[in-house]
Structures are given as C-alpha cells and as structure tokens.
C-alpha cells in the first residue's frame, strides 16, 4: 500500500491509461480524484470500479483546456482535501493530419488540452503541494512521437516536446518546495481509441516491437505508482518510457499510422 492516504487527481481517467493508473493508485490506498469532461459517461464507471474493489474516489469534472475550469476543478479539490499530494498529466488528444491539412482549430485544440492543460493544472497542483502540505509529485504522460519524428502527428508532437521542456523547467523551480516532477511515455498500448481507429492496430506495432506485442494499459500502472510513491522519492526532472523496447529502435508500422490517419479525417 505505497500510497496510503494519498489525495491523487488522475485527469482524463474515464478510460484507457488514466482509468488504469487511477484504478491503480486506489488499489495502493490512495483517495483518488478522477477527472474527466463534465459530461463524460467514463468517468462514473472508473469511480464505480473503484469502489467495487473497496478504494475511495470522486469524479471531479473539468475540461483542462479551459483555465476557468482548471482553477474550478482544483478549488474544489482543495475545499474538500485540503491537500493534494499527487497529480497525474494524462488528459490528452491526438489530433492526427497531415502537416498539410491541420487546421489553426485542431492546433490549438491540441495545444491547449495537451501542453496548456498540463501547464496550468501543474501550478495549480503546486499551489496546494507546496508548505504547509510537504510537497508531492507531478506525473505528465508524454509519448516517443514527441522525440521521434512520427508522420501525421505533427500537432500532437509540438505539445509534448513542450511538456518534456516544462518537466525540466517545473523540476528545477519547484525542487524547493519538495514537489518533484517527471514524464514516462507509453508505447503501443491497446487502448479503445487506437483499436477503433486501426482494428488491426495491435498486429502492426507489434510488428515493430521488440518484444513482439504492445501493452496493455494496466502495464502503465506500475511506472506511475513508482513516480507517486516514495520510492522515487530522489528522482526529478527526468524522461523515461514504457514502451516494450520500441523506443530503442523507433521503428514505425506505416500502415497503422495511414489506418489511423483515415479513421481520423474530417473529426
């Protein structure tokens, strides 16, 4: 039970790799704070899952592209914690086209969940982790596109290049307070929305992949509660994947990326 008693705020956890990791945090006795859109059908059933297996939740809505929302989301938090201990970087969108047809709208879009998103709900966490609360951990959800030049993915990448800028920026400035802050980056993992978008999706990268498949979501749990717990407790600033070897060689499956890319056209 490595985070017992912990507040942790896991956005974007109605499913895929944010309902894992905040199903996972439950499971080691953190109080978790599951955020997602307002009217997201996902989130109450991470939240029921959770108290299923007897951990504690609450779903907080907020869109964090929108800092009125985020400033909504985290006074709430603190009105009914006090504290937080624990934040967890993964609402993201993908925004997949072409450096020829992505639109001003689909830049931003991207830029502001991804990259101001993250931005904005790391001081805000930072506020309530800093004296008197004795510090905590940021964890921001990247990805290897944003160090690996990954066609049609040009947006998604610009935003978390500039997340692995601020874990460094944020590691330094906040290092005072004891708040310390780090990326990991899946790899191929087999959530809904690449399954929808390639249904063969699982077949081509793990075609790539050293270890001959992709993840599951569940295998992103443990690289997170390291980063949450006190078993990290020396570790700042730093970039690490989880990605079954595939970064080591970085190499693509085309006829994923082009499934993925039409299924994507026109949203």
Partial sequence: MKLTDKIALVTGAGKGIGRAIAEGFASQGAIVVVNDLPNSPDAPDTVAAI??????????????????????????????FGRLDVLVNNAGITGWGTVWDTSEEMFDA??????????????????????????????????????????????????????????????????????????????????????????????????????????????????????ASNDSSFVTGQLFYADGGWSVQGRLPENSLDAQLKSNEGK
């Fill in 110 to 227: 991207v830029m502001n969940t991804n990259l101001k998103g993250t931005f904005f709900c790391s001081v805000a966490a930072a506020r309530l982790m800093r004296h008197p609360n004795n510090g905590g951990s940021i964890i921001n959800i990247s990805t290897k596109a944003a160090s690996l030049g990954i066609k049609n993915l040009s947006a998604y990448a610009a935003s978390k290049g500039g997340i692995h800028a601020l874990t460094k920026q944020f590691a330094v400035e906040l290092a005072p307070h004891n708040i310390r802050v780090n990326t990991f980056g899946p790899g191929a993992i087999n959530v809904e929305r690449n399954l929808h978008d390639d249904p063969d999706y699982a077949t081509h990268w793990g075609a790539v992949i050293p270890m001959g498949r992709t993840g599951q979501p569940e295998e992103m749990v443990g690289p997170a509660i390291f980063l």
């Fill in 51 to 80: 108290s299923a297996k007897g951990g504690q939740a609450v779903f907080f809505g907020g869109d964090v592209s929108k800092t009125a929302e985020i400033d909504a989301l985290f006074e709430r938090i603190k009105n009914t």
